[in-house]
């Protein structure tokens, strides 16, 4: 389950955030203050299940041992408003869905991974086959040359991905077309891994078959729950039987990624 916290002062807007302009903001919470919250309006929510992929793509991250902000819910009822002096902005907050919107904390000292980054720097930090077959996995369109949705902690350096808003991708022909060894581009070839992993004499993806030959989704249970609690259409059922199928065709599943590189 995700805690909720109240927003308590707004900072400033996320310059080089993506399709919401996020903004970062501090909440009432002694841990780890200042949140990176999400404005999406309820025709961004209702038409891609953005609040839903997040969520879970998040949480699946975790479960591929990726490295990702931890996420949670913000209320901006009471006070919060009043700490937006320009009202430009403050017009924006009042558009966006009246729910509990989503946030994940803050990272410091950190910056936008770029493409073009050095592969040698990039694999000390990051396994690309898993997050190539992850990506792949949880159907994100949202990885590509342009936009990574990475960033890099200056001090350590660890790279975390972040906006998992595009992914789950499905419909009820995902499954039939995955059997028919048919996948799109935008998950596969438009990847910003995609043209790393063809310069490599040999692609290995026998770390993310161990963690996806192990991975439990009944994980995912609670949290589905509490999108639907807070108004959420989630729909868990496709996610789960895409997620299951996948999981339990994996080699299929991998074959079929190999004929991308």
């Known amino acids: 389950m995700l805690q909720v916290y109240k927003a308590k002062k707004f900072v400033k807007v ?51 041992d990726f490295s990702v902000p931890d996420i949670l819910f913000v209320e901006t009822t009471g006070n919060f408003f009043k700490t937006i002096e320009n009202e430009k902005l403050q017009d924006t907050l009042l558009q966006t869905d009246e729910r509990l919107k989503f946030a994940s904390v803050y990272i410091d000292f950190s910056t936008k991974l770029r493409f073009g980054f050095p592969i040698q720097l ?11 077959a992850f990506d792949n996995f949880i159907r994100n369109g949202d990885r590509g040359e342009g ?17 998992h808003e595009m992914a789950f991708d499905l419909d009820k022909d995902t499954i039939s077309n995955f059997q028919h060894k048919k996948w799109e581009d935008r998950f596969s070839r438009y990847h910003f891994a995609n043209s790393y992993l063809k310069e490599k004499l040999q692609v290995d993806f026998s770390e993310f078959e161990e963690y996806i030959r192990t991975l439990n989704l009944n994980k995912l249970t609670p949290y589905f729950q509490q999108l639907e609690d807070y108004g959420s259409n989630t729909q868990e059922k496709l996610i789960i039987e895409y997620l299951l199928h996948i999981k339990q065709n994996f080699m299929d599943f991998i074959t079929l990624l190999k004929t991308t590189i």
């Open 122 to 132: 990039l694999e000390k930090n990051i396994n690309l086959e898993k997050l190539y």
């Open 14 to 64: 996320l310059e080089e955030g993506g399709h919401t302009r996020p903004w970062v903001i501090e909440v009432e919470n002694e841990v780890q203050n200042r949140v990176v919250m999400k404005l999406y309006t309820t025709a961004q929510i209702e038409s891609r299940n953005s609040i839903t992929a997040e969520v879970i793509g998040n949480i699946l991250a975790k479960e591929f």
């Open 147 to 163: 936009k990574t949705n990475m960033i890099i902690q200056n001090e350590t350096p660890e790279i975390f991905l972040i906006d």
